[in-house]
C-alpha cells in the first residue's frame, strides 16, 4: 500500500520585500517528507520532526506555510498530499509567545476549540479534565491565563492545541522564553503527551540539545536563505529522559549538528545548550 506523506514540502522558496523595497529571499529550495509513523502492532504513533537553524534563518516561516499562514514564492507545500491553501483543523500550531485566550479560564481555553467543533458536552468534559491533568494543570482548572507563570501558559497552549487532535502539530520555538529548568520540564512533560496522541509533531529551535533530544528526524539548516543541510536520523529509543544529554552518542550527534551550522553561510545564532 502506498504511504502518503503527512507534510510534503517540493522546491520551496520564500522571497520577501521590504518596506524599503528590498527583497530578501528567506528559503530556497527547501524540500522535505513526513510520512505517518506507525508500531509494528500498527497502531499510528505519528513521528516528531525538528528543524533546527540559527535564528532568522526561515524556520518559522517554513511552519507558518505548513499552517496556511503564508505561501511559497516557487514550490508546493502539502499536508496528506493535498496542497496548502490556508489554516485547517487538520493543524494545531504553538508559538514561542503564550496565545491564550485572556478572558476564559483554563478549562474554558482548552474547551474552546472542542466548542467550535461542535464536540458533545460530555465528551468535551472528558477531553478537558484529560489533558489539564496531562500536562500538569489540574486545580488550575478556574484560572485565569494571566495568573499563570510562563511555563504553566505553555502547558496550557499545549493542551488546546492538542483538544482538537490535529493530525499534524506546529510548535515554533515554544520553549524559547523559559528558563532553563522549565525548559527541560517541558521537553519531557511534551516527549509524553506527544506519545499518546498520534501527532506529527514539527518543532522549530535554535537549541542544538533540545533539537536532539526531542527530534525522530532532525533537519539542519543553513543560514539565509535557508535550506535544509542535513536531515540527521536520531537513534535514541523513547520514552527519553534528560539525563540522556550527558552520553557520549548524544553529545556526538550535538556536536556534528553545531559543525553543521558553523560552516554553513549565512547569519544568525545558536544555542548550543540550555
Given at each position: 500500500m502506498e504511504t502518503r506523506n503527512k507534510v510534503e514540502l517540493r522546491n520551496v522558496s520564500r522571497v520577501f520585500t521590504t518596506a524599503a523595497g528590498e527583497t530578501v529571499q528567506a528559503l530556497r529550495d527547501v524540500n522535505l517528507e513526513i510520512a505517518d509513523d506507525f508500531a509494528s502492532d500498527g497502531k499510528d504513533i505519528g513521528e516528531f520532526r525538528v528543524v533546527l537553524g540559527p535564528s532568522g534563518c526561515g524556520k518559522s516561516t517554513i511552519?507558518?506555510?505548513?499552517?496556511g499562514l503564508d505561501f511559497p514564492t516557487s514550490g508546493e507545500v502539502l499536508v496528506n498530499g493535498r496542497p496548502v491553501t490556508g489554516p485547517g483543523s487538520d493543524r494545531g500550531m504553538v508559538f514561542q509567545k503564550y496565545t491564550s485566550f485572556a478572558w476564559l479560564t483554563v478549562e474554558g481555553n482548552v474547551e474552546y476549540g472542542l466548542r467550535i467543533k461542535g464536540t458533545p458536552e460530555h465528551e468535551r468534559r472528558g477531553i478537558v479534565s484529560h489533558l489539564i491533568q496531562a500536562v500538569g494543570l489540574s486545580g488550575f482548572e478556574k484560572a485565569y491565563?494571566?495568573?499563570?507563570s510562563g511555563g504553566m501558559q505553555q502547558r496550557l497552549a499545549i493542551a488546546r492545541s492538542l483538544a482538537v487532535r490535529p493530525q499534524v502539530l506546529l510548535m515554533d520555538e515554544p520553549?524559547?522564553?523559559?528558563?532553563?529548568?522549565?525548559?527541560n520540564d517541558m521537553q519531557t512533560l511534551l516527549l509524553g503527551i506527544w506519545d499518546e496522541s498520534a501527532a506529527t509533531v514539527l518543532f522549530v529551535t535554535h537549541d542544538v540539545a533540545e533539537a536532539?533530544?526531542?527530534?525522530?528526524?532532525?533537519?539542519?539548516?543553513?543560514g539565509r536563505p535557508g535550506t535544509i543541510l542535513e536531515d540527521i536520523p536520531i537513534p535514541f529509543a523513547r520514552p527519553r529522559e534528560q539525563g540522556l544529554k550527558e552520553k557520549k552518542e548524544f553529545q556526538e550527534i550535538e556536536a556534528h549538528a553545531l559543525a553543521l551550522l558553523r560552516r554553513a553561510a549565512g547569519s544568525g545564532q545558536v544555542r548550543v545548550s540550555v
Open positions: 511552519l507558518r506555510m505548513i499552517a491565563p494571566h495568573t499563570l520553549f524559547g522564553a523559559l528558563d532553563a529548568q522549565t525548559r536532539v533530544f526531542l527530534a525522530d528526524r532532525l533537519y539542519v539548516m543553513s
